[in-house]
T-cell receptor, first 110, second 114 residues
Framework: QKEVEQNSGPLSVPEGAIASLNCTYS??????FFWYRQYSGKSPELIMS????GDKEDGRFTAQLNKASQYVSLLIRDSQPSDSATYLC??????????FGTGTRLQVFP | GAGVSQSPRYKVAKRGQDVALRCDPI?????LFWYQQALGQGPEFLTY????????KSGLPSDRFFAERPEGSVSTLKIQRTQQEDSAVYLC????????????FGDGTRLSIL
């Protein structure tokens, strides 16, 4: 059974701090990795995709991938209360389907 | 440009009734996926279409679940003889082509079985 593991949280950080979200996956053959943000009652919204080892930056977000350790992370700099949401890590499985973790709930307090 | 559109947004049905959920993907997107999301969980894969071909239905929980995409665009997920455990949010996602491109999700259909 291919799995994606995330700490469910909540992860609480003060406004302006860096939030660090982590994810591990079991399938060494995975090639594509995604971070989605999901506000309560809303659908998942893609915020980052990463395909090769290293860092990928987009605004306040940085995704980090280490295939040897089977580890993906998301850093959010200068966290804002509006960043409070559940962050879902997703990894491609067979036939392009996504395998999701259970999500980490992030709370940014003023 | 319109995103993925799902209807209805909310559906309440009595146990034993049949329901049909509709997904209209982003125009031109080849791949279409259905996921089921229970409260407090991540989405779980149900089935996948490439154009009109259903390439993977390994996630469908039982033979009461059926999906189709006859013209390679709009898709319908049908659940027959609904059970209480079918209550969940059903999400549809589409992506542009055959490779591992990001999937874009619709707003989902929240299904409640009484």
């Amino acid at each position: 059974q291919k799995e994606v593991e995330q700490n469910s949280g909540p992860l609480s950080v003060p406004e302006g701090a860096i939030a660090s979200l982590n994810c591990t996956y079991s399938d060494r053959g995975s090639q594509s990795f995604f971070w989605y943000r999901q506000y309560s009652g809303k659908s998942p919204e893609l915020i980052m995709s990463i395909y090769s080892n290293g860092d990928k930056e987009d605004g306040r977000f940085t995704a980090q991938l280490n295939k040897a350790s089977q580890y993906v992370s998301l850093l959010i700099r200068d966290s804002q209360p509006s960043d409070s949401a559940t962050y879902l890590c997703a990894v491609n499985g067979d036939t392009d389907k996504l395998i999701f973790g259970t999500g980490t709930r992030l709370q940014v307090f003023p | 440009g319109a995103g993925v559109s799902q209807s209805p947004r909310y559906k309440v049905a009595k146990r034993g009734q049949d329901v049909a959920l509709r997904c209209d993907p982003i125009s031109g997107h080849v791949s279409l996926f259905w996921y089921q999301q229970a409260l407090g969980q991540g989405p779980e894969f149900l089935t996948y279409f490439q154009n009109e071909a259903q390439l993977d239905k390994s996630g469908l929980p039982s033979d009461r679940f059926f999906a189709e995409r006859p013209e390679g665009s709009v898709s319908t997920l049908k659940i027959q003889r609904t059970q209480q455990e079918d209550s969940a949010v059903y999400l549809c996602a589409s992506s542009p082509n055959y490779s591992n491109q990001p999937q874009h999700f619709g707003d989902g259909t929240r299904l409640s079985i009484l």
